[in-house]
Nanobody, 111 residues
Framework: QVQLVESGGGLVQPGGSLRLSCAASGFIFSIYAMDWYRQAPGKRRELVATITNGGITNYADSVKGRFTISRDNAKNTVYLQMNSLKPEDTAVYYC?????WGQGTQVTVSS
């Protein structure tokens, strides 16, 4: 069955960086687009970044120039490099493939 396991979240100061990872299994990873979503308390779920099977990327305006999505098909893993973090980036971050979601990893940006 499809499994998506996120890791790499934590507490970071404003301006800091984190790299999230999502280990995928149960499907042919290399042929699917992958997404990162986030959801903060009381806010709507937001699509943060997408990477196609061919490596084409797309970002929410709120993270453009600060976040980078990438994938390693040999490791069945998708990454989200987050730089210049802001308090408003605080949320639970989810890796998704279609209707399948991971358990999420908490990112907290605070001084």
């Amino acid at each position: 069955q499809v499994q998506l396991v996120e890791s790499g979240g934590g507490l970071v100061q404003p301006g800091g960086s984190l790299r999230l990872s999502c280990a995928a299994s149960g499907f042919i990873f290399s042929i699917y687009a992958m997404d990162w979503y986030r959801q903060a308390p009381g806010k709507r779920r937001e699509l943060v970044a997408t990477i196609t099977n061919g490596g084409i990327t797309n970002y929410a305006d709120s993270v453009k120039g600060r976040f980078t999505i990438s994938r390693d098909n040999a490791k069945n893993t998708v990454y989200l490099q987050m730089n210049s973090l802001k308090p408003e980036d605080t949320a639970v971050y989810y890796c998704t493939k279609g209707n399948y979601w991971g358990q999420g990893t908490q990112v907290t940006v605070s001084s």
